[in-house]
Nanobody, 116 residues
Framework: QVQLVESGGGLVQAGGSLRLSCAAS????????MAWYRQAPGKRRELVAS???????YYTFSVKGRFTISRDNAKSTVYLQMNSLKPEDTAVYYC??????????WGQGTQVSVSS
């Protein structure tokens, strides 16, 4: 099993920046694809960005050019740098990975609120 602990959320004005961190327990971190999802009130949880073990990245269209996902395998931590934030980015952001045998693993979530 792996534990994921997010931090770095908060309240920011539109156009501002935040950096989310997700610290993972366990030695399997460097082998796993890590991802950030978000869920806004009344909406489905959606994939925001992901990064493979080889550091290939994916971004959903709405955040391309504004968000950057990265990982530090030595610290077992994945980051999401969010710039030029918009009110529609307001959501609870979740860290995710998938483990064979254990399935989907989620963090507790961190709230990001962007005021206009």
């Amino acid at each position: 099993q792996v534990q994921l602990v997010e931090s770095g959320g908060g309240l920011v004005q539109a156009g501002g920046s935040l950096r989310l961190s997700c610290a993972a327990s366990g030695s399997i971190f460097s082998f796993n694809t890590m991802a950030w999802y978000r869920q806004a009130p009344g909406k489905r949880r959606e994939l925001v960005a992901s990064i493979s073990s080889g550091s290939s990245t994916y971004y959903t269209f709405s955040v391309k050019g504004r968000f950057t996902i990265s990982r530090d395998n030595a610290k077992s931590t994945v980051y999401l740098q969010m710039n030029s934030l918009k009110p529609e980015d307001t959501a609870v952001y979740y860290c995710h990975t998938y483990l064979a045998g254990a399935g989907d693993c989620w963090g507790q979530g961190t709230q990001v609120s962007v005021s206009s």
